[in-house]
């Protein structure tokens, strides 16, 4: 099991930036994914970026975040921190981050370990 904590979302003028960080513990290994999701109100969750923790590959972002989204990660610190760049009102949602084991990082189904999530809020 992985266990997930989200921290860092806030609300900002478009065009402004935040950093959302994701600390993970449990059991991790080399087919693990983290991946980070959005629910915007009224609209489906979507899994935005993701990344293997302990192997090569990625990160992994939606065509409406690139460019825009930027992920990183820091093993020493258990940490995954998803930048958010000329943020938008349309970014404006709960963002979560999630684990999975196995499958690819670049598909966001199969996740099921899940944060709490952090509130972003965009105005224009």
């Known amino acids: 099991q992985v266990q997930l904590v989200e921290s860092g979302g806030g609300s900002v003028q478009a065009g402004e930036s935040l950093t959302l960080s994701c600390e993970y513990s449990g059991s991790t290994y080399s087919n693990t994914c983290v991946g980070w999701f959005r629910q915007v109100p009224g609209k489906e969750r979507e899994g935005v970026a993701g990344v293997y923790i302990k192997s090569s590959g990625g990160p992994y972002y939606i065509d409406s975040v690139e460019g825009r989204f930027f992920l990183s990660q820091d093993n020493a610190k258990n940490t995954v921190t998803l930048r958010l760049d000329s943020l938008k009102p349309e970014d404006t949602g709960m963002y979560y981050c999630?684990?999975?084991?196995?499958?690819?990082?670049?598909?966001?189904?199969?996740?099921?370990?899940w944060g709490q999530g952090t509130q972003v809020t965009v105005s224009s």
């Open positions: 999630a684990a999975k084991y196995g499958g690819s990082c670049w598909v966001f189904t199969g996740y099921d370990y």
